[in-house]
C-alpha cells in the first residue's frame, strides 16, 4: 500500500511539473519581447531584384521579399525623384503618424492572407503579403511612411 502511495503522489508532481511547463509556454514572459513589439517606427531599404521591388530583413527572416499588386507602382511614383532609387531607398513606416511622413496607406480588406490597403495620394491600391504581420500584431488600420535616400 506504501508503494501505491508513493507512486500516486509521483504521478501527481509529474502532472504538476507538466501544468507549469505548459502554462509557462502559453505566458511568455515580457522579458522576451523583441525590438520590433516595442519600436514605434520601423525601417526596410527596399531596391530592384531582377525588375521587382524587394526587401531583406534578415531579423524577421525576409530575404528578397517582394512587392507586388499595386505596391509596387506605388513604390515606383513615391521614388521618382530619389536618385538610383532601383539600388536602394529607405522606407521608414509605422501604425501612427510621425513628422516627415509622406505617404499614408489605409487599411480596405483582407484577401489570400495579405491586406488591400489605399493611397489617396496616387489614388490607387495596394496589396501587402502576410509579411506585414513580421512587423504589426494586427494589420494596421494605417500606415503612415517616409520615403528617403539610403544614404
Not at 55 to 73: K, M, N, Q
Not at 81 to 95: L, M, Q, T, Y
Not at 105 to 113: D, F, P, T
Amino acid at each position: 500500500m506504501e508503494k501505491i502511495a508513493i507512486w500516486i503522489s509521483l504521478g501527481i508532481a509529474i502532472v504538476i511539473v507538466a501544468a507549469v511547463i505548459v502554462f509557462a509556454g502559453l505566458h511568455p514572459s515580457k522579458q522576451t519581447r523583441t525590438v520590433r513589439d516595442v519600436n514605434a517606427l520601423l525601417v526596410i531599404f527596399p531596391y530592384k531584384y531582377q525588375g521587382t521591388w524587394v526587401f531583406d530583413d534578415p531579423a524577421a527572416g525576409l530575404s528578397r521579399e517582394p512587392f507586388i499588386a499595386g505596391i509596387d507602382t506605388m513604390i515606383d511614383k513615391a521614388v521618382v525623384n530619389i536618385p538610383d532609387a532601383e539600388k536602394g531607398f529607405r522606407a521608414i513606416f509605422s501604425a501612427s503618424p510621425f513628422p516627415g511622413a509622406d505617404l499614408k496607406l489605409e487599411w480596405r480588406r483582407e484577401e489570400s492572407g495579405g491586406n488591400w490597403y489605399y493611397s489617396d495620394r496616387f489614388k490607387m491600391e495596394g496589396w501587402l503579403c502576410p509579411a506585414l504581420l513580421k512587423y504589426f500584431p494586427t494589420a494596421p488600420r494605417e500606415i503612415y511612411v517616409k520615403i528617403e535616400p539610403k544614404n
